[in-house]
């Protein structure tokens, strides 16, 4: 498996930005997909930004042109660049690792708070 631990988080003004950061161990690193989740209070937990082993993107509408996702293989770390932050961002961010092969594995972080708030 593969352990996951979010960093970054803080609070921010409308229109900041903040750079969240997830380092992982434990595994192969880039056998697995990678992908930042987000959850609001009194929201389900979706998803924000997801990149592949073979580093395809693929963004929530919601923060397309706003936020990036960018993987660093050798240093077994994923982020979340995310500029223009909104009110609506504010929620808990977690950093996501999955692989189907050998064997379905699925691994959470502890979650990261941004809020974003004037």
């Known amino acids: 498996q593969v352990q996951l631990v979010e960093s970054g988080g803080g609070l921010v003004q409308p229109g900041g930005s903040l750079r969240l950061a997830c380092a992982a161990s434990?595994?192969?690193?880039?056998?697995?997909?990678m992908g930042w989740y987000r959850q609001a209070p009194g929201k389900q937990r979706e998803l924000v930004a997801g990149i592949t082993t073979g580093a395809r993107i693929n963004y929530a509408d919601s923060v397309k042109g706003r936020f990036t996702i960018s993987r660093d293989n050798a240093k077994k770390e994923v982020y979340l660049q995310m500029n223009s932050l909104k009110p609506e961002d504010t929620a808990v961010y977690y950093c996501?690792?999955?692989?189907?092969?050998?064997?379905?594995?699925?691994?959470w972080g502890q979650g990261t708070q941004v809020t974003v708030s004037s």
């Open positions: 996501n690792a999955e692989r189907l092969y050998p064997r379905r594995v699925v691994s």
């Open positions: 434990g595994s192969i690193f880039s056998s697995y997909d």
